[in-house]
């Protein structure tokens, strides 16, 4: 695979699931990298491995995306030869909750909405300038199948997803004759702790999510992301989605039980 090597590569939500497997696959692939979330230790950890495993420089950089305000903060402290990124992974995301709209609650809307849309906006508000700045760069933003189709009681963290489709196709538009490319990943059921989060802890609960057939891994995503930034420059690969073999769509799951 030609082209990544030595690419510096941000990924946000970089300590668990999609966005880990992402800096792993990058790392096999030669790139730098920034990762990026709130639980440092497990940055810190993942450094290490990449260290070792493929001699990897990384920067951890502990960021609340929901934090719009210090965002921007934090990035712009980035050293010296770490603001130069080629590919922004903008995956930190989360889904709190499934439970009709008029039984939700604002505190998980707001959380949704804060981390999935705002979340990307502020990271993309940053980065995309400095790419403007180099006359390079990619955007690799993580969608959703719910993006595409509503699912009972999916409605608020849908409309997140439907959002970042939205802002994905807006990023194209607007970056319209610069050599930036806008990428879209729109995974199915992927098993990673996303579950367990929506759920608030309650693994049997989230354990429901997958059972009787074969998720996709992160690792099987970040395959595909890796795939799209690998891609040669006059390339833009603008949506990918990518599912299960057993789902086909978000309300047709075939499950062996
Ligand atoms: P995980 O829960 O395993 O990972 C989510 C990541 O997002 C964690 O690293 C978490 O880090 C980070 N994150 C959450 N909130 C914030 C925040 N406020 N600031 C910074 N980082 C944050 O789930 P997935 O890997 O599955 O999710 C990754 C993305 O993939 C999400 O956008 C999700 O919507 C999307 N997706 C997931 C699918 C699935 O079935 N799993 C399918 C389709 C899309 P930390 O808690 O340390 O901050
Ligand atoms: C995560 C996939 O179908 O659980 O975006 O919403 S789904």
Redesign the pocket.
Known sequence: MAGLKGRLVLV?????????ATARAFAREGARLIL????MA?LEMLAAELKEACDTQSLCVQ????QHKTVATELEKLPEGWREIDILVN?????RGLVRLHEGGFHDWDEMID??IK?LLAVSRVVIPWMLGRNRGHIIN?????GHEVYPNGNVYCAT?FAVRAISRGMKMDLHGTPIRVTSV?????????S??RFRGNGERAAQTYKGLK??T?EDVAEAIVWCASRPEHVDVTEMVIMPTAQSSTTMVHREI
């Open positions: 946000t939500g970089a300590s668990s699931g999609i966005g880990e990026a979330a709130r639980r497990r960021i609340d995306v929901g995956n930190a995301g989360l889904s981390t999935n979340g993580i969608g959703s199948i719910a997803k729109d995974p199915g059921l992927a098993e990673t702790e996303f367990l989060v998720p996709l992160g």
